[in-house]
């Protein structure tokens, strides 16, 4: 059955609003990028054969102290829609209905303004005919307003570019204007976020000997490890900074035992034995460190139950900590300290093989973890080499 113009109108609206609530609802629990945004956007109102829409949409945002513009084309293909391959870059000054300090909304038909649809194609930029590969009838373009500011320009709706049309493109860009605005305001508060962190860890490492990159190591470690284990994205994402907690309880233990050298004495080895639960205590509670707060007391447990503080085994420890474990171990492992020599990556594969005095591979590692592990070894010896 075809749809009516109200009609249509009314599910265009409805599933934009969709859009919109469903992304605030997920803001605390993902992250995301603008482009994702907008497709979304897009999809919801043009991707499919009841809606009413143009050939191909240009998005374009501000690139700042360049006056240029830049984004990609889509095209619909059928009810898909498909995203051009190419990036594309036009000086605002020279391109017709895009200049963003121009009117809010431009609507324009060829037979309004020209003879022929051939000469109607002199009014656009060479790139934008280029990219849409074919002639243009018309297009209306709408300012995105917010940060960045940008444009969303369709082209080539059937027949002619209508009012209606041109609503539709305004509550199109609004959408798009606040969900890229709220996603760069995210993204500046996830730096500050990471930033925070990893100012904490580094605060912590200074009272241990020099370790150089040890916890960004740690982390990049950690983010393939979890990659290799086919782990959702936002476990990776999260895995990635906040493995580099995992020993910010060493903040507590005495200097004179953290950079001693030679084995620890029994009392000493106690102490030492505290450090995931004070780490644990100072990361608390927060939703967004839970993951921290599990690694800094897991990642000296064993698989088979031998480790500490809690003794707990298999699969009673969480992953994150046991990928931790062996991303932390091996790097110890690679790196010289006061009490032993660095090792080569060829030794640390013999010790992860086949043991040594302090560490069994059986019983102190995960088993799907060390096989990960093993896929991925020359790439956790570029990351040593990297930032060793």
């Known amino acids: 059955m075809e749809l009516n113009l109200p009609e249509i109108s009314l599910r265009q609206t409805h599933d934009l609003l969709n859009l919109v609530e469903t992304t605030l609802q997920g803001i605390c629990c993902r992250k995301f990028a603008d482009k994702e945004l907008y497709v979304d956007a897009l999809q919801k109102v043009l991707g499919n054969s009841s809606k009413r829409g143009p050939e191909s949409v240009f998005i374009v945002f501000n690139v700042p102290d360049n006056n240029s513009l830049r984004g990609r084309v889509f095209y619909l293909n059928g009810d898909a829609l498909v995203e051009g391959v190419e990036m594309i870059s036009i000086d605002q000054a020279a391109t017709y209905a895009i200049n963003l300090s121009g009117e809010d909304v431009v609507r324009s038909n060829w037979c309004d303004t020209c003879e022929s649809i051939e000469s109607y194609q002199a009014k656009f930029h060479p790139t934008v005919k280029r990219v849409i590969a074919r002639p243009i009838s018309n297009f209306i373009c709408k300012r995105i307003s917010g940060d960045p500011a940008g444009a969303i320009i369709a082209f080539n709706y059937p027949d002619e570019a209508t009012t209606y049309d041109a609503d539709v493109l305004k ?53 393939e490890l979890a990659k290799a284990l086919g782990m959702p994205d936002l476990f990776v994402e999260s895995i990635a900074y906040s493995a580099q907690m995992h020993d910010v309880g060493k903040v507590h233990i005495p200097s ?131 930032l060793g």
């Open 171 to 223: 509550s199109l860009s609004v959408v798009i204007g606040s969900l890229v605005t709220l996603s760069t305001k995210v993204q500046e508060t996830e730096l500050a976020f990471i930033y925070t962190i990893e100012a904490l860890a580094r605060s912590c490492e200074a009272a241990d000997e020099d370790t150089g990159n040890h916890i960004v190591r740690v982390n990049r470690y950690s983010e």
């Open 256 to 386: 004179t035992i953290i950079k001693k050298e030679g084995p620890l004495d029994d009392r000493e080895m106690a102490i030492m034995k505290q450090h995931p639960e004070f780490g644990a205590r100072i990361i608390g509670d927060a939703p967004r460190l839970a993951m921290a707060r599990e690694i800094a007391l897991a990642h000296h447990e064993n698989w088979n139950g031998s480790g500490y503080p809690g003794n707990r085994k298999g699969d009673e420890i969480p992953l994150s900590g046991r990928i931790v474990k062996v991303a932390d171990i091996y790097d110890a492992l690679r790196s010289k300290r006061s009490y032993k020599p660095a090792m080569s990556h060829e030794q640390v594969l013999n010790i992860f093989n086949n043991g040594d005095s302090r560490i069994s591979p059986d019983e102190h590692f995960d088993p799907a973890v060390l096989r990960a592990f093993f896929r991925i070894e020359q790439s956790m010896a570029g990351i040593y080499a990297d």
